[in-house]
T-cell receptor, first 113, second 114 residues
């Protein structure tokens, strides 16, 4: 069991730049979730996929955010024209089904200068 | 909309003591799932325990057990014989059966003192 893998672990960028994060779920898991966690808070749901289909997006996910999961395997989360408020930990999780426990990766910490 | 409330921002106990973390939630759904996750400093979120709302029996996992009071919408976590490695942020989370996103509490920082 290799677990959920996220890359990079840390990303520092200047305001206005685009960034992309990658998540590799546990191989047999068909569901993949993205959350955002700011310091001292619980995570907030962003979006999730079942296989390659993006089934739900939070209102937190502005039009600067886009997520993909081609072929139902790994997923990418892109943020365009980054803003200071985008600074957070971005967490990816996967599960074997809708009501099954979600297993998390280490997260990608984004810092906007 | 579902909400999850953790009213204890921080707790500390001595090693080997028992500690209980509180969580309340609000929902109109009839079937749902409740979770406790642990997030050690700079480490990943780890599932501690899971409770299915239609099961009356409280879930247990070794030193971790829950007190699930469905009518009161309460879901507390008890850690027995606490260990230094239990030091972490603990998050209570809700998942409805109509969509499968997790709704999280703000967390409780638990410190186990030697």
């Amino acid at each position: 069991d290799t677990g959920v893998s996220q890359d990079p672990r840390h990303k520092i960028t200047k305001r206005g730049q685009n960034v992309t994060f990658r998540c590799d779920p546990i191989s047999e898991h068909n569901r993949l979730y993205w959350y955002r966690q700011t310091l001292g808070q619980g995570p907030e749901f962003l979006t999730y996929f079942q296989n390659e289909a993006q089934l739900e997006k939070s209102r937190l996910l502005s039009d600067r955010f886009s997520a993909e999961r081609p072929k139902g395997s790994f997923s990418t989360l892109e943020i365009q024209r980054t803003e200071q408020g985008d600074s957070a930990m971005y967490l990816c999780a996967s599960s074997a089904g809708g009501n099954q426990p979600q297993h998390f990766g280490d997260g990608t910490r984004l810092s906007i200068l | 909309a579902q909400t999850v409330t953790q009213s204890q921002p921080e707790m500390s106990v001595q090693e080997a003591e028992t500690v209980t973390l509180s969580c309340t939630y609000d929902t109109s759904e009839s079937n749902y799932y409740l979770f406790w996750y642990k997030q050690p400093p700079s480490r990943q979120m780890i599932l501690v325990i899971r409770q299915e709302a239609y099961k009356q029996q409280n879930a247990t996992e070794n030193r971790f057990s829950v007190n699930f009071q469905k009518a009161a919408k309460s879901f507390s976590l008890k850690i027995s014989d606490s260990q230094l490695g239990d030091t972490a942020m603990y998050f209570c989370a809700f998942m409805g059966d109509s969509n499968y996103q997790l709704i999280w509490g703000a967390g409780t920082k638990l410190i186990i003192k030697p």
